[in-house]
């Protein structure tokens, strides 16, 4: 299965400290994605990082990828409340699919 | 507020009902997708389209059938469904399948099946 595997399954942090998500897979990929979704609401993308990249960052947001240990992390710094959500990453492999992994729920508290 | 636009938002139908969900975007893209997401669970993929040409089925039951009447508008026609069919149902498009591009989302129809 291409799934990947977030760890941890859930997250509880106060607000301003920094949040670490990390995302392992068992086959080689194109790409891997980060997204995030609200309770009740659509995925919303967040990074994407191609299997040639290391690292990415866009805001408050960095992304690694260690193609040799077949993982990925996902860091929010100075996190907010707003940032409350369950964030999965998603792999895609060379058949074109986007598959999910099971997701993390992070929850900062005000 | 998404790019993607899903009606209904909520839908409860009974086992013997005929329904649609709908999709629909105006961002130019030319793949578009179907989920299932069930309570605390990952979305897992039922179709896409290329081009409104179906390219992707995983194996999902006949009482699901999709349309893609053109490449802004995608439909998911339900019939005789069953109560384990109850979840999420979410519709995304991306700039082409297959591509480094990401996929866009909207916010799901929500279906309940008495």
């Known amino acids: 299965s291409q799934q990947g595997e977030e760890d941890p399954q859930a997250l509880s942090i106060q607000e301003g400290e920094n949040a670490t998500m990390n995302c392992s897979y068992k086959?080689?990929?194109?790409?891997l994605q980060w997204y995030r979704q609200n309770s009740g609401r659509g995925l919303v993308h967040l990074i994407l990082?191609?299997?040639?990249?290391r690292e990415k960052h866009s805001g408050r947001l960095r992304v690694t990828l260690d193609t040799s240990k077949k993982s990925s992390s996902l860091l929010i710094t100075a996190s907010r409340a707003a940032d409350t959500a369950s964030y999965f990453c998603?792999?895609?492999?060379?058949?074109?699919?986007?598959?999910f992994g099971k997701g993390t729920l992070l929850t900062v508290n005000p | 507020d998404t790019e993607v636009t899903q009606t209904p938002k909520h839908l409860v139908m009974g086992m013997t009902n005929k329904k649609s969900l709908k999709c629909e975007q105006h961002?130019?893209?030319?793949?578009m997708y179907w989920y299932k997401q069930k309570a605390k669970k990952p979305p897992e993929l039922m179709f896409v389209?290329?081009?409104?040409?179906?390219?992707i089925n995983e194996s999902v039951p006949s009482r699901f059938s999709p349309e893609c009447p053109n490449s802004s508008l995608l439909n998911l026609h339900l019939h005789a469904l069953q109560p384990e069919d109850s979840a999420l149902y979410l519709c995304?498009?991306?700039?082409?399948?297959?591509?480094?591009?990401?996929?866009?989302f909207g916010d799901g129809t929500r279906l309940s099946i008495l």
């Open positions: 389209y290329s081009y409104e040409k179906l390219s």
């Open positions: 961002m130019g893209h030319r793949a």
């Open positions: 086959t080689s990929i194109n790409n």
């Open positions: 995304a498009s991306s700039q082409v399948s297959g591509s480094n591009q990401p996929q866009h």
């Open positions: 990082i191609r299997s040639n990249e």
């Open positions: 998603a792999i895609r492999g060379s058949n074109y699919k986007l598959t």
